[in-house]
């Protein structure tokens, strides 16, 4: 290969987001009360999720409709949901968090780690199976797939819970080495100094510059984007397993291997914004703290709030001045409906062909208080969306800022291009929103029939 492909950087699969962490009710000129509907698509990870639901009050009610462009990221959607909401007497808050990490931004897991899984696994594959006869946890709802995307959803579960059984056991280790060597082509012998360059060029460029080179070289060599604690890292993370259709000799082929970012990182999504200004303190110049220490306490703040939020009987409401019980080590599998149920909160999963069926849903029309849009999900963007959208909605569209291959004119193009198709479908720029160079943000023409 006489040449890197750059297109490649990014992946088809977006395993993570290219954005950080959004309060989505609070991103409009006016913050959203009472009841919310709220479309996600494409998000790739619950951030958005996890950091509205924390700055919601007590009396707002959030309801959450996801969409995906694929069943694995739905898969690892749920699996994420899934530890997110584990009570906190089962698993103490630190190591929730050192687990949600790992599978979230680690090609590799711990033994301990893959043993959660594989227990998530199994009580997410089981409730699939049964969700005829069973009831749904409302921040786990999938009435509204189809049976055959059912199917899928278990048959995903099924391989996370045992990946050697695969008559071709994937090693995730060299599927992201193929994927490094077709990015940097020649350049591979000197990956780096390419590595160092986009960290201090581009990332620490645009403001990230708490993303520390050691952990972010570590990352793009080999995937290991959180080492938290002492441990042996060496259990593929079955769930940023995924299968790519290629075309070899006139035939169409699936290959199972790592097709998700390996440029930007995972450092993004919760790892470079933080409240906590300690956390930002620097030293002769050097952050104190990295990405990885910003990930874990904002993470850990937002498992604090699902805690806070969560529904009790009254006759076993806790106080919460209280410590909370010690969590069990027996690690048993929680079933999904002992897992937190959430105070007006709820998290529904839609179809894959969603975005052309609400539109002609009498139910959707003109619903959602606040639709979101990813990078890699811009090219849905169409009339169809003004149809679905409440009359005061906000559109927010995550921009290409942090694709780290495209270059500044590229970069200013996609946000042109977003800003014309939102135009064209029936949205003007907001004016009075809380505007940055990482998302765009508008809302329904008035004078649309």
Not at 52 to 81: C, G, N, P, Y
Not at 138 to 166: G, Y
Request: net charge negative; hydrophobic share 35%; with cysteine.
């Amino acid at each position: 290969m006489s040449a890197g492909r750059p297109s490649e950087g990014a992946g088809c699969v977006s395993w993570w987001g290219f954005s950080p962490a959004r309060d989505l009710i609070n991103t409009g000129p006016v913050r959203h009360e009472g009841e919310v509907n709220l479309l996600l698509v494409g998000s790739g990870d619950p951030r958005h999720i996890l950091k509205t639901i924390a700055s919601l009050k007590e009396d707002d009610v959030l309801h959450v409709w996801l969409f995906e462009s694929s069943m694995e990221v739905m898969a690892r959607q749920m699996l994420l949901l899934y530890v997110a909401l584990t009570p906190q007497e089962t698993m103490g808050l630190n190591e929730k968090t050192e687990v949600f990490l790992e599978v979230f931004g680690n090609s590799m897991i711990r033994s301990q780690t893959e043993d959660t899984l594989k227990r998530a696994a199994l009580q997410l594959s089981l409730y699939i199976s049964n969700t005829m006869e069973s009831e749904m946890h409302p921040c786990l709802d999938t009435s509204l797939l189809k049976f055959k995307e059912r199917d899928e959803l278990v048959r995903i579960f099924k391989s996370w819970m045992q990946p050697s059984a695969s008559p071709t056991p994937i090693s995730i280790s060299k599927a992201w080495d193929y994927r490094v060597r077709q990015h940097l082509g020649t350049r591979y012998d000197s990956k780096k100094g390419c590595f160092d360059w986009d960290l201090t060029m581009k990332l620490h460029d645009k403001g990230c510059s708490v993303i520390n080179k050691q952990q972010y070289v570590r990352w793009r060599e080999c995937g290991l984007a959180f080492e938290l604690r002492e441990g042996v890292y060496q259990s593929t993370n079955p769930s940023l397993l995924s299968p790519r259709v290629f075309n070899q000799k006139g035939n169409r082929v699936a290959v199972i291997g790592y097709w998700g970012d390996i440029v930007s990182g995972p450092y993004i999504s919760f790892g470079t914004e933080t409240e906590d200004e300690s956390l930002l303190k620097t030293q002769n110049g050097q952050h104190m703290k990295t990405a990885q220490d910003i990930s874990f306490a904002n993470v850990q703040e937002f498992f604090q709030s699902l805690s806070r939020r969560q529904h009790c009987p009254a006759a076993h409401q806790p106080n919460t001045d209280e410590e909370p019980p010690p969590p069990s080590h027996d690690h048993k599998p929680v079933p999904i409906n002992n897992l937190m149920h959430l105070n007006r909160v709820s998290v529904n999963f839609l179809p894959l062909d969603s975005l052309q069926k609400l539109p002609k849903k009498g139910k959707y029309a003109h619903f959602f208080d606040i639709i979101y849009f990813s990078t890699s999900c811009a090219h849905h963007l169409g009339s169809n969306i003004w149809q679905i959208a409440a009359p005061d909605a906000l559109l927010v569209v995550e921009l290409a800022k942090y694709i780290l291959d495209l270059n500044k004119e590229q970069e200013a193009g996609f946000a042109e291009r977003v800003s014309s198709m939102c135009t064209e479908a029936g949205f003007q720029p907001c004016r009075e929103a809380k505007s940055d160079d990482v998302h765009a943000v508008f809302t329904p023409q008035k004078d649309i029939a």
